[in-house]
C-alpha cells in the first residue's frame, strides 16, 4: 500500500524483509568509488524546490536534540528539482529549520546521483540537502518497531557523519599535494581503514610482457597511462566482498594516478585507496576469475573507481550450488551499469557445457538489478533481529528479460516478450502451474503453492510445505499437501534426520483406464487419495531409524495416478525399522503391520535380526559368519476386487492358504580363503536350522540345509596413464574386469514348497 503524507509526523514506516539465495551469475564483477578520495558530493546550489523521499521500506526515530531519523530500505529516491538521488538503503536525519527544512543523508549500495551535466557512482555517500518548501516522504510498507540503535545500517551512517564533522573541524588531516602542471590543486583525505585496494601485476606465462607508461595531460589532474602487451595477469584485492578478482588478457592498458604508477614502475605492485581512479582496459584471450566463476571475452573494459565495465563477445561460467552444475550466459555484450545493476544484451543460457548447445534460452536483453520485495498480503509483521530489534530486510536479485525464446538448435519453440521476477525466488505462493490434455484425465490444471507464504507462516529452517490443488475434467477436484524437512536433534535426541510426506484427496467421478483388459474400471468409492511419510533419524553409534506410513485408497490408485512410481519405485510399506552396523556386528528390529487390505502381506509382529560378519578363527585361518532371526509371522491374503471378472485376480497359491506364528532361524558359515597365483579360491560349508510355528497345512515345520562348496574370483586390470581428454574431464584410464564362479551342492530336509 501506498501513502503520502508531510512532516512533522509521529508514525512509524514500516521495514520489510525476505532471506534471498545469492545470484552466482554476476559476482565476478567489480567495485570501486567515482568521488576523489574523502570528497563527498556537495548541495545543490541553491535550496529551491519541493524535496521528496520514497523507499520501498521505511521506519523512524524521533531525537532528543529534535531531529527525526528515517532507515529507508528498497529503491530509495530522493529528489530535489533537477537533482536525483538514488540507492537501495539510505538514513536521512531531518530537522525543521526557521526557514525550512534541511536534511542530511546518507546512501548505501549503488548509491548514484545525477545533477545536469553531473553524475556520480559509488558504493556509498553523504550529501546535504535543504529546502524553503515542503518536504514529502512516501513509503510502500511502514513498521510498528522504532529504529533500533544498534542497527548496523545506523551505525555505519553516523560514523560516516561524524568522519566528515571531523574532516571539516580538523584540517590537519587535509593533504594537498604538489600542484600539478595544469595548475589545479587535488585535495584528498585520507582513506579510512580497510578501504584500499591493492594490485599485482605479472606475467601471463613464462615469457616476460612488455611495460610502456607515458603521463598524459589530457586530464585533469594530469594521469599515468601503462601499456602492457605479451600476456599479463591482474590481480586485484580488497574488492568489496568480492575479495580477489583475476584478470588477465593478452594486452592491457591501464589509467590511474600518477603516485600509483610510478609504483608499478618500481615493482609492478601497489596499494591505493578504494576510491582511487582505476581504469582497464583489456584485449585478446580475456579471462576474470572470482572463485568457482569464470567469464571470457575479446574485449574489455573496467572501471574500479565508477563501479561499471564493458565486456564485448563474453561468455560467463556461474557455479550454481543448488542444482550443482555450471550455468553458461553467452553474450555479445554484458554491461555492469553500477554496483549490482547488469545488463546482457543478445544473450543465450544454457547448461551445456560444449559449443554452441542444441538446446538453449535466447533473449534480446537481460537486465539484473537488486530489490526489496513486500511480501505476500497474507503474510503479517516483518521478522525482526532478536538483537538489534531491526526488521530482517535483505536484497533479492531481481532478473527482467525481453523477447524471450526457447530454440531447439536454430528453431523457436516457445516465445515470451517479458519475462521480470526474483532470480532465485519469486515470493510469491505459487510454486508452479501445469497445464495439459490425455483421454484419461481430460484436461488438467495441477498447481503447487508455498503453504508457508500463502497462509503468511514464518517457514522454519530445513522444512518445505507445499498445498496442492488439482482439476481433471474427466476425474474430478483434488486437493493436498506435501513437504520435506530435515534437521538435527529433533526431539533432543542427538543426530540429525530428514523425512518426507504426502496428503492427497480427489473426488472421483471417472473410470480407470489401465490398458489392455483393464480400460474401464470403475472405482470402488469416489473418495479416493493416499497418506505417505517417511522418516529417518540418525543416532550415535551409527544406529538408524527408520519410519514409514503408506496408506492407500484402493487398489488400482496408484498404478492410475502415480504411474512411475507403480512401476519402479518402493512398495507403499508400515512400519518402523531400527538398525545399528558395529564393526563386524550387525542388528535390526522391525515392526511391520498390515494397512491395504488389498495387498499381499506378510507381517511381522515383530522380527529382529542379528548378524555376525568373517569373524576369524584359528588366528585367521578360517572366518566364520553366522545370522540369528527370531519374530513372529503372519500371511495376510488381498482381499478381491468387487468385480473380479472385469479387474482380473487371482492369489498366489502360499498366500492363499494363510499362516501365522513364531518364524526362528539359524545359519553358519565357515570360509577357508585362499590365495592362488592371481586367483582367490573360498571353500565354504554352510548350515542352517529352521522352525516355523505354523507350515501351510496347519501344523508346525522343522527344516534344516545343509551346504559346500568352493568359490572363486580372478580380477583382471590394466592402467592407461596416458589417456588424456579435456571434454570428458580425463586424466588417466585405468580398465578392471572382475570374473567369478562357484560350485556347491545344496540340500535339506523339507522342500521350500512347504515353507509359508
Same mark, same amino acid.
Given at each position: ?136 516522504? %512516501? ?123 610510478? %609504483? ?188 508457508? %507464504? ?303
Amino acid at each position: 500500500m501506498t501513502g503520502r503524507y508531510r512532516l512533522p509526523t509521529s508514525r512509524r514506516l514500516t521495514a520489510w524483509g525476505r532471506q534471498m539465495l545469492w545470484l552466482l551469475a554476476v559476482s565476478l564483477m567489480l567495485r570501486g568509488s567515482i568521488v576523489k578520495a574523502g570528497e563527498e558530493p556537495s548541495q545543490p546550489a541553491e535550496a529551491r524546490g519541493v524535496i521528496r523521499v520514497a523507499a520501498d521500506f521505511a521506519h523512524d526515530r524521533p531525537e532528543p536534540n529534535g531531529e527525526h531519523i528515517f532507515l529507508l530500505r528498497g529503491n530509495c529516491q530522493i529528489d530535489q528539482g533537477s537533482t536525483h538521488l538514488r540507492a537501495q538503503k539510505a538514513v536521512v536525519w531531518y530537522r525543521a529549520a526557521r526557514e525550512g527544512h534541511e536534511l542530511a543523508i546518507y546512501l548505501e549500495g549503488d548509491a548514484r546521483m545525477e545533477r545536469p551535466g553531473t553524475s556520480v557512482s559509488q558504493p556509498s555517500f553523504f550529501i546535504r540537502l535543504a529546502t524553503k518548501e515542503a518536504l514529502e516522504f %512516501q513509503f510502500r510498507r511502514r513498521s510498528s518497531q522504532p529504529v533500533a540503535p544498534d542497527d548496523p545500517l545506523l551505525r555505519r551512517a553516523a560514523s560516516r557523519r561524524r568522519h566528515l564533522v571531523r574532516a571539516s573541524l580538523e584540517p590537519t588531516q587535509l593533504v594537498v599535494p604538489n600542484e600539478p602542471e595544469s595548475g589545479v590543486s587535488e585535495i584528498q583525505l585520507p582513506a579510512p581503514k580497510g578501504q584500499y585496494r591493492r594490485i599485482r601485476i605479472s606475467p601471463r606465462s613464462v615469457i616476460p610482457f612488455n611495460v610502456y607508461s607515458e603521463k598524459s595531460t589530457a586530464t585533469t589532474p594530469p594521469e599515468q597511462v601503462t601499456v602492457l602487451t605479451g600476456g599479463i595477469n591482474l590481480l586485484i584485492d580488497g574488492v568489496g566482498e568480492f575479495g580477489t578478482i583475476d584478470l588477465s588478457a593478452d594486452r592491457m592498458v591501464i589509467w590511474t594516478r600518477i603516485a600509483d604508477a610510478e %609504483q608499478f614502475q618500481q615493482g609492478l605492485e601497489t596499494v591505493q585507496p578504494r576510491d582511487a581512479p582505476f581504469q582497464v582496459y583489456l584485449e585478446g584471450n580475456i579471462e576474470v576469475r572470482q572463485g568457482r566463476n569464470l567469464l571470457r571475452a575479446e574485449r574489455a573494459f573496467y572501471d574500479a573507481r565508477e563501479n561499471r565495465a564493458l565486456l564485448l563477445d563474453a561468455e560467463l561460467k556461474a557455479w550454481i550450488e543448488q542444482v550443482q552444475t555450471n550455468l553458461r550466459i553467452r553474450a555479445d555484450r554484458i554491461r555492469q551499469l553500477s554496483e549490482k545493476r547488469f545488463h546482457a544484451q543478445r544473450a543465450w543460457v544454457s547448461t551445456s557445457p560444449y559449443g554452441k548447445p542444441g538446446y538453449r534460452l535466447q533473449a534480446s536483453d537481460i537486465f539484473l538489478e537488486p530489490r526489496y520485495l513486500p511480501g505476500w498480503p497474507a503474510e503479517g509483521a516483518a521478522s525482526f533481529d532478536p538483537v538489534t530489534g531491526a526488521p530482517v530486510v535483505e536484497e533479492v536479485p531481481w532478473v527482467t528479460s525481453l523477447n524471450n525464446a526457447l530454440l531447439i538448435d536454430d528453431f523457436p519453440l516457445l516465445f515470451a516478450p517479458y519475462l521480470t521476477g526474483p532470480a532465485e525466488d519469486p515470493h510469491i505462493p505459487v510454486r508452479s502451474i501445469t497445464a495439459q490434455y490425455d483421454r484419461i484425465f481430460g484436461g488438467q490444471i495441477e498447481t503447487v503453492w508455498n503453504a508457508f %507464504q500463502l497462509f503468511g507462516l514464518e517457514a522454519p529452517a530445513g522444512v518445505t510445505w507445499n498445498l496442492l490443488t488439482d482439476y481433471r475434467t474427466e476425474r474430478g477436484p483434488a486437493i493436498g499437501t506435501s513437504g520435506r524437512y530435515e534437521g538435527t536433534d529433533l526431539f533432543g535426541f542427538p543426530g540429525p534426520y530428514r523425512g518426507d510426506g504426502l496428503l492427497y484427496y480427489l473426488y472421483d467421478a471417472g473410470e480407470d483406464n489401465l490398458g489392455l483388459d483393464r480400460r474401464r474400471l470403475a472405482p470402488e468409492t469416489y473418495h479416493r487419495g493416499r497418506v505417505l511419510w517417511r522418516h529417518r533419524q540418525d543416532f550415535p553409534f551409527q544406529t538408524t531409524l527408520l519410519a514409514e506410513v503408506g496408506f492407500l485408497s484402493d487398489r488400482n490408485f496408484l498404478e492410475q495416478y502415480y504411474e512411475e512410481e507403480f512401476d519402479e519405485g518402493k512398495d507403499n510399506e508400515t512400519l518402523v525399522f531400527l538398525y545399528q552396523n558395529w564393526d563386524h556386528v550387525s542388528w535390526n528390529l522391525m515392526v511391520r503391520p498390515r494397512v491395504n487390505s488389498f495387498e499381499n502381506t506378510t507381517e511381522w509382529l515383530p522380527r529382529g535380526d542379528f548378524y555376525t560378519l568373517s569373524q576369524p578363527l584359528f588366528g585367521g585361518l578360517i572366518t566364520w559368519s553366522s545370522h540369528f532371526s527370531a519374530g513372529y509371522g503372519r500371511l495376510r491374503p488381498a482381499e478381491a476386487p468387487p468385480d473380479p471378472v472385469v479387474d482380473p485376480f487371482a492369489l498366489l497359491p502360499y498366500y492363499a492358504a494363510g499362516a501365522s506364528g513364531a518364524v526362528l532361524m539359524m545359519r553358519h558359515e565357515l570360509d577357508l580363503p585362499l590365495q592362488i597365483g592371481p586367483v582367490h579360491i573360498v571353500p565354504f560349508v554352510l548350515g542352517e536350522s529352521d522352525y516355523w510355528g505354523e507350515n501351510l497345512t496347519g501344523g508346525d515345520l522343522n527344516r534344516l540345509v545343509g551346504s559346500a562348496g568352493v568359490r572363486g574370483t580372478l580380477m583382471m586390470w590394466r592402467v592407461y596413464p596416458y589417456v588424456f581428454s579435456r571434454i570428458l574431464n580425463l586424466n588417466g584410464l585405468a580398465h578392471k574386469m572382475v570374473f567369478d564362479a562357484e560350485f556347491a551342492w545344496t540340500d535339506s530336509n523339507r522342500a521350500l514348497a512347504q515353507v509359508p
